[in-house]
């Protein structure tokens, strides 16, 4: 362990200190509970940095190959991942992620003799640093290791670098997020074969028991993807009634069984649909280029769902669904009003939708958003039009008016970018903070 990884927990922890480390959490002011959570999250980063290449080594001397010399088995574990988890008391799962990204990261030899760099530098430098940690690092090595065999490693060294940079700060969803637009971007042909893998494997089964019924199972993004639409637009439409509702009235139930719910209501209403079975039932807003709507070739997203799936998948989604392309535009869609009419249209909104990808602010799903006006519609006289919408979810609409920010969008139609000033209460330099959208896709 280098004396640099033992400087930089001594300054997170003279950091945590300075933050009221040592004082009782309840005796804290708000600001001060939130400096010592940064604190201890930058100390935790930095003692997982100076972990990770011991527990390299630990498996390095505890190769199968070794035998009754291993040092996991002289110590009396089956593997140096038993031997980790039960010093450390974590999970066996944390305990794999820090033997990887320290084996990652450590400075390599080849069979001659020559000393080689890290398989992954731009990873090591981020956990060396304190800036990725080391769960984040886990799941960017693991995705480079699986396209690596078909990305020219130029181009995958420089998404390394890129992911490094946008992981931190980000949270576990919004980092999967990433990482599957990322897998799409660097090993399209991959896509084909990865959707129909998991349409193979799908599954779903019921289970009685103790007065209940269990459901498991898991299905494709191509099949869960009308599921997923249906019930976020119900559960979307209970948040918003719920918001402006007082205590009485305002609805109790937790976002799972608001979900569970809405799955019930949909199957009562099946029970009784007399509509013909093949007809369109929902609408599913599909992001892609003119040219793979055409060929069917390449990956595509569809809107509220992380993980890109074929071009080809577009056209059997149509068969019994509203698939709307995202190549809009042209007489049948009206994308930019004036001011003679306050709503968005359909087609604005949709627009949006596909330009946020979500609520613009936390990446909410869509359908759990409303289009709402940067500059007010009345008091400001602001344009319905796309540079003057944007995508929010009720608690991100509410909290960013009651506290000041301003939200800019920088660019036109759905290649626009949306940013977030905060005031100067949270941010003095009111540093224009990225959309959720920016923050969550890697560059082509």
């Known amino acids: ?62 190769r199968v190959e070794l035998g009754k010399d291993s040092l996991a088995r002289k110590q009396g574990f089956r593997s140096p991942v038993a031997l980790i988890q039960a010093t450390t008391g974590s999970s066996v799962g944390e305990a794999v992620k820090l033997v990887q990204v320290g084996e990652a990261t450590a400075p390599r030899m080849s069979l001659t003799g020559e000393s080689l760099p890290a398989k992954h530098p731009h990873v090591g430098e981020g956990v060396s640093t304190g800036a990725l940690a080391v769960t984040a690092a886990s799941a960017i090595v693991s995705l480079l290791d699986r396209v690596a065999p078909r990305v020219d490693p130029e181009r995958l060294d420089a998404a390394e670098g890129d992911l490094v940079s946008m992981a931190p700060g980000l949270r576990a969803d919004e980092l999967a997020r990433l990482l599957a637009r990322a897998e799409a971007l660097l090993d399209p042909d991959g896509v084909e074969p990865r959707h129909e893998q998991a349409r193979a494997e799908r599954h779903f089964e019921i289970i009685e028991r103790d007065g209940r019924f269990r459901f498991t199972g898991e299905v494709d993004v191509e099949s869960g993807a009308p599921i997923k639409t249906v019930i976020d637009a119900m559960v979307g439409q209970a948040l918003r009634a719920n918001h402006d509702a007082d205590d009485a009235t305002r609805d109790q139930r937790s976002i799972r069984q608001m979900r569970a719910d809405a799955l019930v209501a949909v199957c009562r209403h099946a029970l009784g649909c007399e509509q013909v079975p093949t007809g369109p039932t929902t609408t599913v807003v599909v992001q892609m280029t003119l040219d793979q709507l055409r060929t069917e070739v390449g990956a595509v997203t569809i809107d509220g769902i992380d993980q890109p799936v074929p071009a080809s998948a577009v056209r059997r989604l149509a068969c019994d669904l509203q698939v709307i392309p995202a190549v809009l535009g042209g007489d049948s869609a009206v994308l930019d009003w004036g001011r ?35 500059r007010w519609w009345k008091r400001h006289r602001g344009r319905t039009d796309l540079a003057n919408g944007v995508l929010l979810c009720v608690a991100c609409h509410h909290r960013l008016h009651d506290d000041g920010w301003e939200i800019e969008v920088d660019g036109t139609g759905i290649d626009a970018h949306v940013w977030f000033i905060p005031p100067p209460w949270i941010d003095r330099d009111r540093t224009p903070r990225p959309g959720a959208r920016d923050r969550l896709t890697l560059a082509a």
Do not use: Y
């Open 1 to 62: 362990m280098g004396n640099d990884l033992l400087d930089r927990i001594a300054e997170a922890l003279d950091a945590l200190t300075a933050a009221g480390g040592g004082r009782a959490p309840e005796g804290l002011t708000p600001g001060e509970l939130v400096a010592v959570n940064n604190a201890f999250g930058a100390l935790k980063r930095q003692v997982d940095a100076a972990f990770a290449p011991v527990a390299a080594e630990i498996a390095r001397q505890s």
């Open 340 to 374: 003679d009419k306050r709503g968005f249209t359909r087609a604005q909104k949709l627009a949006i939708a596909l330009r946020d990808q979500g609520c613009a602010c936390c990446g909410a799903p869509a359908a759990w958003t409303e289009v709402h006006h940067i």
